[in-house]
């Protein structure tokens, strides 16, 4: 093997290997998979916040033609799950094996699973299942369950289930340094991952006698080790593989199918029916059954001398974890870093909360809490900005983290940190400070319709411009054990012929599998055509860790390039077929100490800058956004068009997040869990206009240099938003959605108040 192949990669943007069998409709989603002798499955929600069960009637559901079985808490073997905390029953409910295992702690909880012949049937009788309920309190603020007045689940002694700090500096030092101080008390919303295809998922026996569940997620290995937990198995006798998936977000990382699937298969095949068993929730359940964006509260406080250096910080973060912790202890964990920003600052104080409540629970969503954290942080930055005089771009690149910078948790940034190039290109892209009508003529041409049949008064239109930066861990943070695995197979005889690459990363429809082709291609030192994939199969790859935390170029092209020395070694050595089998550790990281945050808390960081141009109709609030100039160090980009492709998703996606999304919950209930109902953007909605702006600093430990990248342009597109209006109207927005509704009412206020 030429060793330069490992050393060197040249971009190239080659068609999705998934592409044509997704436009031609021959790729199969789980919904779409349909196994002869198929059985359908209902999941019946709990639909209670907060109560217990104090009896359940099944008879009626179970005379209902066509119904196969009723599965219960008492049918679980083990009635427990979670990603970080074992804190949820698989089905809440009497009989079982877990301590109040009887409780309803969400709408969402799961009390039985139906099995028949039909989905009418199995619909049917889900419905005449009979539940006796005894009300519990329900406590739906995050303040109020803050006070622990009621222990809403007792797997926890409080209702805050994590508190991070940093203590860095002097504070009273800092505040007495300050020329100006800004304070800022922000309020930041639910968000739905809005993905393509709803939960689905078929469960079965395969024919080795593995209980088998082919469903979308985020990570074969960890879904497997929950379903076999769940049902007193040991994992080689559970296998998940994952078909095409229809978008993730972080919203399939946690439990939704997965174990009901599982239960279904075994209970059945120990009552001698080996059939199938198919589950596909609508839109309504799908919204209502899993978790969302971290509702969060961030009072915040920031100083900086006259010349623009930032001289104190002090935050407290709460985030509304929802019934369950999910993921809320280690997204906590990124908000309470990236809510001082990509800054050095010599004097932080910062808490964080995550906080059990009734509501739907918070968890994974691209970002993984920085959006919150930046929110807060570019505002401030932008409110520190006007209050100095000082223009935006220029104050942060007095303050931007550079080249043995100390973070707020008093370690260095890893090497290869290029946010202050990253801002400066952004900036001369975007054209920072040309005058409005140029900035006009580049993007948001034609009319502004607030409504598709009334064009806006010209009148009532006004042009503002924002920025914003922040920056991205690549790979899982503060000490979580990180690793993936990779198998390469040679074969041919004397020249290779085929390679096949064995990996469990999943395709959620950010082109991985693809990134990955070429990167075994690379490595091996052949042509991309030779490489074969084998792909999401617990049954055929080692684990992988998960598609998240833009993690996956990163972690598994550093496996592949191992797996490929191995396998070349195996094939010099006249072994046929030549295998290498790798297992990647990246650099440590550590946990945040207790008291006073210091950690190493990642190995690599992604970078971004963003320039938004909006235009405001003052008249009915509604908003458009002109322009995005979107700069992200990618490190190497393996597929341009890729890259391009998250770059963009990513904006739109918090496009939603910062002007129309508002999921509605009341009293542990969801409001509006339709899409007539929550909006997401449509063609009519998405900025005008994105222009990508690819950088590649090289990461000195990432494969050829590559860092992940499909977080990194979601995180300041909202505070550019709000920084754009409040250039357009002379107002400043602390809370999102900026809704027409929500920009109208604070604009009379200020008119009301001049």
């Known amino acids: 093997m030429d060793a330069t192949n490992l050393k060197t990669y040249e971009s190239r943007s080659i068609t999705r290997v998934d592409a044509l069998a997704k436009v031609t409709g021959q790729a199969l989603y789980p919904g779409d998979i349909t196994p002869e002798n198929l059985l359908h499955g209902k999941v019946l929600f709990s639909h209670q916040p907060h109560a217990r069960m104090l009896s359940m009637d099944i008879s009626e559901a179970e005379a209902v033609p066509g119904v196969v079985a009723i599965f219960t808490a008492k049918d679980v073997p083990v009635n427990e799950y979670g990603l970080g905390f074992r804190d949820q029953p698989v089905l809440a409910g009497l009989g079982s094996n877990k301590k109040d295992g009887d409780i309803s702690r969400w709408e969402g909880d799961h009390v039985a699973v139906i099995i028949a012949e039909t989905e009418l049937a199995a619909a049917q009788a889900r419905d005449r299942i009979k539940i006796e309920w005894e009300p519990l309190p329900i406590v739906s603020d995050v303040h109020e369950a803050m006070k622990d007045e009621i222990i809403l689940n007792s797997f926890f002694t409080s209702n805050i289930v994590q508190h991070y700090k940093i203590r860095k500096g002097d504070m009273d030092a800092g505040w007495a340094a300050a020329d100006v101080v800004v304070e800022g008390q922000y309020t930041l919303p639910y968000q739905e991952h809005a993905y393509l295809q709803p939960e689905a998922g078929v469960g079965y026996i395969d024919e080795e006698g593995r209980v088998t569940v082919q469903i979308g997620g985020q990570w074969t290995h960890e879904d497997r080790e929950q379903i076999a937990h769940a049902l007193g198995l040991p994992e080689e006798r559970v296998r998940v593989i994952y078909p095409a998936i229809g978008g993730a977000f972080g919203g399939r990382e946690d439990m939704s199918l997965q174990i009901v699937l599982g239960l279904a298969a075994m209970r059945l095949h120990e009552q001698g029916i080996d059939r199938p068993v198919r589950i596909i929730w609508t839109r309504e359940e799908s919204i209502i059954g899993h978790h969302k964006r971290h509702p969060a509260y961030i009072k915040t406080k920031w100083g900086a001398t006259k010349d623009g250096k930032i001289t104190a910080v002090s935050a407290e973060l709460i985030l509304d974890s929802g019934a369950y912790v999910y993921t809320s202890n280690k997204v906590l964990g990124n908000a309470n870093l990236m809510v001082t920003g990509p800054y050095e600052i010599p004097n932080a104080h910062v808490d964080s909360y995550a906080v059990t409540t009734n509501n739907v629970p918070g968890g994974a969503f691209r970002g993984f809490g920085g959006p919150q954290g930046a929110f807060a942080a570019e505002n401030q930055m932008n409110k520190l900005a006007e209050a100095l005089g000082m223009d935006p771009v220029e104050l942060r690149l007095k303050n931007v983290l550079r080249e043995n910078s100390l973070m707020t948790v008093q370690t260095p ?232 492709g998250q770059i963009e998703g990513a904006v739109i996606q918090a496009h939603g997040y910062a002007v129309m999304e508002n999921l509605q919950s009341k009293n542990g209930r969801i409001q509006n869990p339709y899409f007539s109902q929550y909006l997401i953007p449509g063609i009519k909605d998405i900025p005008t206009q994105v222009d990508s702006v690819i950088v590649e600093t090289p990461d000195p430990v990432g494969p050829w240099g590559a860092r992940g990248m499909a977080e990194m342009p979601f995180l300041p597109l909202a505070p550019a938003v709000v920084a754009a209006v409040h250039d357009a109207t002379g107002i400043w927005f602390d809370e999102i959605p900026l809704v027409p509704y929500r920009v109208v009412e604070n604009l009379r206020q200020q008119n009301n108040g001049a």
């Open 413 to 644: 940034v890893p090497k290869g940190i290029s946010l202050a190039e990253v801002v400066e290109r952004c900036a001369a892209e975007a054209g920072w400070g040309a005058a409005t009508k140029g900035r006009l003529e580049q993007g948001g041409k034609g009319e502004f319709n607030s409504l598709q049949s009334l064009v806006s008064d010209s009148k009532s239109l006004r042009h503002g411009r924002g920025f914003a930066c922040s920056f991205k861990n690549i790979g899982f943070s503060f000490g979580a054990p990180e690793s993936c695995d990779a198998i390469i197979e040679l074969y041919g005889k004397a020249e290779i012929e085929k390679v096949i690459l064995r990996h469990a990363a999943s395709e959620v429809g950010q082109g991985t599998h693809t990134a990955l082709k070429q990167m075994a291609a690379a490595a091996v030192g052949v042509d991309v055509d030779l490489v074969e994939l084998d792909m999401s199969d617990t049954a055929t790859s080692n684990n992988s860790g998960s598609v998240s935390a833009s993690r996956m170029t990163f972690m598994a092209g550093n496996s592949i390039r191992e797996a490929a020395v191995l396998a070349q070694e195996a094939w010099q050595n006249e072994e046929r077929p030549a295998i290498g089998k790798s297992h990647y550790i990246p650099p440590k990281t550590q946990p945040y100490d207790p008291e006073t945050g210091v950690c190493m808390p990642n190995f690599a960081y992604g970078y971004v800058a963003e320039a938004v141009d909006v235009t405001v109709d003052i008249e009915t609030g509604h908003i458009r956004v002109d322009r995005v100039v979107c700069a992200d160090d990618v490190g190497k980009a393996i597929n341009p068009q890729l890259v391009v």
